[in-house]
Nanobody
Framework: QVQLVESGGGLVQAGGSLSLSCAAT??????????MGWFRQAPGKEREFVAA????????YYTDSVKGRFTISRDNAKNTLYLRMNSLNPEDTAVYYC?????????????????WGQGTQVTVSS
């Protein structure tokens, strides 16, 4: 089955940047993966959709709060998903999770994703 491992989290000051990576095992296309996304979860809050992108291409999709600041991308040859985060603020502090889905719709819903990584902590100081 698909396995995902996130990396790149850390502590940054407000206004700074971080780049997250998500390494996926196997052939995501042949395994039926249609898309991948990033979610985040802050203490005491529900898991929140951040961004998603289809494995075959297409336009990425972002939640409003990160548009213009975050960029999702993927390298199919390396089976790796990325999230470039710029202009970070304390509200971005959360554990960030990579996920994959066999479905092509409702990308903002966590329930639509079948495989999840363990998460990587992103902390933005004031």
């Amino acid at each position: 089955q698909v396995q995902l491992v996130e990396s790149g989290g850390g502590l940054v000051q407000a206004g700074g940047s971080l780049s997250l990576s998500c390494a996926a095992t196997g052939r995501t296309f042949s395994s039926g993966v249609m898309g991948m996304g990033w979610f985040r979860q802050a203490p005491g809050k529900e898991r929140e959709f951040v961004a998603a992108i289809s494995w075959s291409g297409g336009s990425p999709y972002y939640t409003d709060s990160v548009k213009g600041r975050f960029t999702i991308s993927r390298d199919n040859a390396k089976n790796t998903l990325y999230l470039r985060m710029n202009s970070l603020n304390p509200e971005d502090t959360a554990v960030y999770y990579c996920a994959s889905t066999y479905y092509g719709g409702s990308v903002q819903l966590a329930a639509r994703y079948q495989h999840w990584g363990q998460g990587t902590q992103v902390t933005v100081s004031s």
